[in-house]
């Protein structure tokens, strides 16, 4: 495998950014480290807990927060404040690359989904994100419709290129694929890179070891000859 097909980012909780960090620049290794903030993953401290969770994890050396958003001020129609909610943290993450997780699977409806997406890509955004996979309901095709005629009709009337994540359920590179064509099909080329697509892959990376080792040696790999077993 070519050395520089990587993952886009290492994510992990806010009290293991250092370590991440450290291992990554130990490797000589130069993935960014990710982290959750906001109270993740039901978004449901403090503002200003939330916005001070995320000047931490940048000062350990995050470079990229997941935020996620309070999904009561949807369900409850307060659009205004969940945009300054998000202005917020948009400003408490600095130089840091923010991902916006909707909670697609508690907001209601797809109406709702689509508010929220362009109320999350107004307030700085760059990057929306389906869920946090703790819900019931995760990342599904309909839902992941309307996020991304949404990013489409923002770049429309604004110029501005918003990448998108679906997470959670996705647990096969068949299922990868899938949502590679759905990105071409809806957005185009440009938004099949790292910079403007992700895949929550948690439960996805050993299925693609799989395959990748079934392409190379004809078979499959039992579970303790696959590296990250």
Known sequence: IHDC?????VCVYPARICDAVKALK?????????????????????LKTRLEE??????????EIDIVI??????????EALYNEIHQCRAACGD????TILGTGE???LTNVYKTSLVAMMA???????????????ATFPVALVMVRAIRDYYRKTGYKVG???????????????????????????????????????????DIERQIYHHVTGRYAASHELPMA
């Open 26 to 46: 130990a490797a000589q290794c130069d993935i960014p480290v990710a982290s959750v903030a906001t109270g993740f993953p039901a978004g449901q401290t403090p």
């Open 164 to 206: 998108f994540k679906p997470a959670g359920g996705i647990r096969t590179a068949k299922d990868s694929l899938n949502w590679l064509s759905l990105i071409k099909e809806e957005l185009g080329n440009d938004w099949l890179s790292p910079q403007l697509f992700r895949l929550g892959a948690s439960t996805l990376l050993s």
């Open 70 to 79: 309070n999904r009561t001020l949807v369900l409850t129609g307060q659009w």
């Open 96 to 99: 840091a690359h923010m991902k």
């Open 54 to 63: 995320i000047k931490m994890a940048v000062e350990d050396g995050a470079r």
């Open 107 to 109: 907001l209601g409806s």
């Open 5 to 9: 097909i990587t993952t886009g980012a």
């Open 124 to 138: 700085g955004s760059d990057f929306i994100k389906t869920s946090t996979g703790k819900e019931n309901v995760n």
